[in-house]
């Protein structure tokens, strides 16, 4: 599947937030999208997603323009927030996420449990989730991206708050997946071999958009952490 931002501006209250934004993310394989604190990456991904209407331009699958309800079917997105739901189970929660998306309740509910066993908490799937840990939690978010009838993941700051065990085991997760997938983080540790392509959002635009190669090309530094910070300063005026 094929999604294309086209000409894609918002505002909010007197600041441009995109400006003209035209983006295709790969087809395929981990694209990280790279972008300064309100820099548009969370909007960015909540267009992409038909969670939020652009105030122009149009967004496309496969060259077709796409409505929201397109998109909320074809595009998962993890937000960077989980909350809990009360009263609910994990599995029912994922559950109700997979429905919400347009699958059947007997359809949402093999999803459901085929996604908890994916992110490992099969052993939770029973648990009230208002008492799982923040780690846990952000495990639930993704399984509820991964129970929807979707082709494209966009995970936005999936490992904010997370221990480095806790992102180990989500890095392993992110290598298993096996769909197309953006995520947006601020974690750059070993990113040659998570990604394979990289988009830089700066002042609204899209300033950076290739291989992850190329990307720390444009850096320098003696580990590859220190490159992508190189490079990503070369790209937004930090240098």
Not at 87 to 113: I, M, N, P
Not at 182 to 210: K, N, P, W
């Amino acid at each position: 599947m094929r999604l294309s931002l086209e000409d894609v501006t918002l505002r909010r209250g007197r600041r441009d937030v995109l400006k003209g934004l035209s983006w295709t993310p790969p087809a395929g394989g981990r694209t990280l999208l790279l972008g300064r604190n309100g820099a548009g990456k969370t909007t960015t991904l909540k267009i992409a997603s038909g969670a939020l209407r652009p105030r122009s331009g149009k967004i496309t699958i496969n060259g077709e323009p796409a409505s929201s309800r397109d998109l909320r079917r074809s595009v998962a997105m993890m937000q960077q927030h989980i909350s809990a739901v009360p009263k609910l189970t994990v599995l029912e929660q994922v559950a109700f996420a997979a429905w919400l998306a347009g699958r059947s309740q007997s359809q949402a509910h093999a999803a459901a449990q085929d996604a908890i066993e994916q992110v490992d908490l099969t052993r939770k799937a029973d648990a009230d989730p208002t008492r799982l840990s923040g780690g846990e939690l952000r495990r639930v978010g993704l399984a509820e991206a991964l129970a929807r009838p979707s082709e494209v993941l966009l995970l936005d700051e999936p490992t904010a708050g997370l221990d480095p065990t806790q992102r180990s085991r989500f890095r392993d997760l992110l290598l298993a997946l096996d769909r197309p997938t953006v995520l947006s983080t601020h974690q750059l540790d070993d990113v040659d071999e998570l990604f394979t392509a990289v988009s830089v959002l700066e002042d609204g635009r899209i300033v950076f958009d290739g291989s992850i190669e190329d990307y720390l090309g444009l850096g320098s530094g003696r580990d590859v952490a220190r490159q992508a910070e190189s490079a990503f300063a070369s790209l937004t005026g930090d240098a």
